[in-house]
């Protein structure tokens, strides 16, 4: 069992006995362990496996039995026996926005309400609005939440199928009778989301393989089966489908079936215009229309440039302009992952992150990095455990002296993620924004603004000269809640006339600002910062997604900040303030 799975049945035990009023230290205790086990910087499953947890700070003797449980078997019997006794539907309601256990424990206890469509049908007929602490507004709220969650009923975040598709490509390339495999479609091109993962192959003997592939451990039924391509389902609902081909038809296939279509079909135009059919096996000569010969094709690269234009990478293939800039040699060199230093915007146990200053600033360093960020939620967000002017002069204090233990080789930069006030005020003044190093600007509340007075608040916000970078722009939740109304070609002007630097977000929940306005604001000179909002060590290794998005909204090293070495962020962080 993966760690993220041991985590997800331990917080889910939790939520299980608050549903059934049980003791809050209990409840409590499940909690810490799933922060522990998801955030713990060693194997802690293979620790739990050997019997070799003791010490570990949140795992009690308890919990130790039940990893080591779960480690061994793959199973928790106490979770399989609490789970039977509420609907197999329940955890469905956890997924609805603005509902928590105390709410959903309300609607189980006086209404049965136990699945989304309970609750929907409840909030319908006007039950949900007479529990005490609903109310229309609440009803309302939550049928737009529902209905949301309908329409992305079938697509998955990046972080639900990335270690999957990992996962899988590992064993098609370990495969004796495969040569080469990779993974297509929309993943491969970047996409914020997916509603499935395609996989492609090369192989002599295809039925082997795809008779190997529907036998995986992940796999919990098989869809359809023949020769040359499976499609499945793994154990969390995933669609996975395999296409085995030749050799010699896996570089037409790779670009086929990586897509887009809008990019497919001026690919095709442009071999027709060549005087070749192009489809996911072949070059072919056109009947009837002369055209010169075919050339040899080992690989991706050899197809653009048969068709006279550099190699385009898959995240850029939405026919969106990649074509004129493959035309003209200005395809840009896109950001990778090696080329960050460091990052900005990151939690620790001051506000709702799950680790000490030192224990982030540590993992930093074992990252590689030679900086990072520290910049927990101000006052206001007190949901959050927010931090007051005093409890952020003490962590700038701190953030000092464990500055100077690192004597240079290493720095933590003292911020803040300042709340954006309804007015567009900030919820610290001038005089204590102007200690920090650099200041994280962020929306957290009143998010149904009419779309002017929305971006009228954001820009007034970033006009304040102690701002560096505005944080998740959108404020949306992939999945699960939609991003309030902004004008965000007019959020740009501003960034660019203030220089303030705007967040890429790299948690998989955010991944915002969108990939599909970075070009816009390179144009405009905004600088990029693609920040992990981590609330964990294991959260730093997100700025993976964000770096995908990143490249996917044509984003190189030059336009991400934190690609600067130590001494120059400092400068830039400084610049035009």
């Not at 080789?409 to 003044?429: P, Q």
């Not at 816009?520 to 964000?546: M, Q, R, W, Y």
Request: some cysteine.
């Amino acid at each position: 069992m993966t760690r993220e799975a041991a985590a997800q049945i331990l917080e889910r035990i939790a939520l299980l006995l608050e549903l059934k009023g049980e003791n809050p230290f209990k409840i409590r205790a499940y909690k810490t362990g799933a922060e522990v086990v998801e955030s713990y910087a060693g194997d802690i499953m293979q620790l739990a496996a050997e019997n070799k947890l003791a010490g570990i700070k949140g795992i009690g003797d308890a919990l130790r039995d039940k990893l080591h449980e779960m480690a061994t078997t793959g199973k928790l019997e106490f979770f399989e026996n609490l789970k039977a006794e509420f609907p197999e539907t329940l955890f469905e309601l956890f997924d609805v926005q603005g509902l928590g256990p105390k709410k959903i424990a309300a609607l189980y206890s006086e209404l049965g309400v136990g699945s989304i469509a309970d609750l929907k049908h409840a909030c319908e007929n006007g039950m949900a609005a007479k529990i005490s602490g609903f109310g229309e507004k609440t009803v309302v709220k939550i049928l737009e939440s529902i209905a949301f969650r309908d329409e992305h009923a079938s697509e998955f975040r990046v972080d639900q199928v990335y270690g999957l598709a990992q996962t899988i490509l590992g064993m098609l390339r370990d495969h004796p009778n495969v040569s080469r495999a990779e993974v297509c479609g929309s993943f491969r091109r970047g996409k914020e989301t997916v509603h499935d993962l395609d996989f492609l192959c090369s192989t002599k003997k295809p039925e082997e393989v795809i008779s190997d592939f529907v036998k995986l451990p992940m796999v919990e039924k098989v869809i359809a089966q023949g020769g040359t391509k499976a499609s499945v389902y793994t154990v969390n609902g995933i669609q996975c489908d395999l296409r085995a081909v030749s050799s010699k038809e896996f570089p037409f296939a790779l670009v086929y079936f990586t897509g887009s279509k809008e990019h497919n079909v001026e690919l095709r135009q442009r071999a027709l215009d060549q005087g070749w059919s192009l489809n996911e096996y072949a070059f072919t000569p056109v009947e009837g229309k002369s055209a010169p010969a075919i050339p040899a094709v080992h690989d991706e690269a050899d197809i653009y440039r048969a068709l006279g234009l550099d190699f385009i990478e898959p995240e850029l293939r939405e026919n969106s302009g990649e074509f004129e800039a493959a035309e003209h040699g200005q395809m840009p060199h896109l950001i990778q992952l090696e080329n960050l230093r460091g990052v900005f915007h990151n939690h620790t146990t001051a506000s709702d992150g799950k680790a000490t200053l030192r224990e982030m600033a540590e993992a930093a360093q074992e990252l590689g990095m030679q900086y990072l960020g520290i910049a927990d939620h101000s006052k206001s967000s007190f949901q959050a455990n927010g931090l007051d002017a005093k409890r952020l002069r003490a962590q700038i204090a701190e953030i000092r002296e464990l500055n100077e233990e690192f004597e240079g080789h290493f720095r933590v930069f003292a911020g803040s993620e300042v709340d954006i006030l309804k007015d567009g005020s900030l919820d610290f003044d001038d005089e204590l924004l102007a200690e920090l190093d650099y200041c994280v600007a962020s929306v957290h509340n009143v998010f149904n603004l009419p779309e002017a007075e929305m971006t009228k608040r954001i820009i007034r916000a970033i006009e304040n000269p102690h701002v560096t970078m505005l944080g998740h722009v959108t404020g949306r939740l992939l999945l699960q809640r939609p991003s309030y109304a902004v004008n965000i070609p007019a959020i740009i002007d501003a960034a660019a006339e203030t220089g303030t630097i705007i967040e890429l977000n790299a948690s998989a929940w955010r991944l915002d600002m969108d990939w599909r306005w970075w070009r816009l604001a390179k144009e405009k000179g905004v600088k990029c910062s693609i920040n992990p909002d981590a609330h964990s060590t294991l959260g730093l290794e997100d700025v993976l997604f964000g770096v995908r998005a990143a490249r996917k909204g044509w984003l190189t090293r030059k336009d991400v900040i934190n690609c600067l070495p130590l001494g120059e962020v400092e400068k830039a962080l400084k610049k035009g303030r």
